[in-house]
């Protein structure tokens, strides 16, 4: 049984609590009429406002192209329970099907953007490209994030962090340390 | 009592083990004798052959001029016994203390560069600047890793993720899920 979340507007200048830990994400994307996921391990947080993540997408991935073209992404935060389809996604090439229905997820209209979000995932993160000065040399987008969709329990989603070689780090507990921190810190 | 690593020489090709699951770091670095120490959570690999991590070191830091200056730094993997010296580290300004004195910890000569090694991190990765050209607008860094530095035990260490407002996520277990990949997804 999959589960279900029910979403809200979350602040995009605050989406660091899910993406800096490292987490897998998938990233969703549609051109000409046509959908696609792929994996992806290589990203980073970049500012808060403008709410920016750079990611490695390398070009012989088919969502490549059709982020490049349609300027649009959706980024997508799976949990423990998607781990088969992290790995089925990874395994397979967008050109030759549809991974929406190969692995049984649910395209939802996103509301600023045309790319779908994965309605399986715990949060989803449209985005825009906003700089493509790094794509030639290394195919790496600069994206910002126009609108977040996140739920209000579980307030840390179970995540899994790869490590290469197979082996995934599944995200543990989690500890406040804030009042260690000076304010300005936080 | 803190961990005594024995560590040895690891291919660079092979660091995203370490940093694709997204711990928080420790970036030492070196110019005109002076040694200062950083905490740091936004990065991500962006190439294994030449080894390349894309990391944001905000120009306020005063660890933003002294890699720039010097064209080289350390990115070290603390574990979680070294906890309260990540947020000590991060709460004060290196300009005013030396934190390697300040927080007892052991700067070591690098092999290929200049800047210390943290003895008593996990995994130590010896950078050079790569590409300056996102520095002006970001303050995204493009480092070669020149030189890895790993004990071979334990195989994961423990490490810490940051999620913002004092809070982190700390590594839990690692599973195998290599037979389910293809082999050249791995």
Chains 1, 2 share one sequence.
Not at 9 to 31: A, H, Q, W
Not at 64 to 72: A, L, N, P, R
Request: hydrophobic residues 35%; contains cysteine; proline residues 7%.
């Amino acid at each position: 049984m999959r589960k279900q979340y029910k979403k809200y507007d979350f602040p995009v200048n605050g989406i660091r609590r899910y993406l800096e830990p490292g987490p897998i994400v998938l990233v969703s994307s549609r051109y000409k009429g046509e959908n696609n996921i792929m994996t992806m391990g290589w990203h980073s947080m970049m500012e808060f406002t403008p709410s920016l993540i750079g990611c490695l997408i390398v070009d012989y991935n088919h969502s490549h192209e059709m982020i490049k073209k349609s300027g649009q992404c959706v980024i997508n935060l799976p949990t423990i329970d998607l781990l088969q389809e992290v790995i089925g996604i990874g395994n397979c090439h967008g050109s030759a099907i549809d991974k929406f229905k190969k692995f049984s997820l649910t395209p939802t209209p996103a509301k600023q953007i045309k790319a779908p979000l994965i309605k399986e995932c715990y949060a989803n993160f449209e985005c825009k490209i906003r700089d493509k000065k790094l794509l030639p040399k290394y195919n790496f987008f600069i994206l910002e994030v126009v609108k977040a969709h996140v739920p209000k329990t579980p307030k840390y989603p179970k995540t899994v962090h790869y490590t290469g070689d197979g082996v995934f780090m599944l995200s543990g507990n989690h500890i406040n340390l804030s009042k260690k921190f000076r304010p300005e810190n936080l």
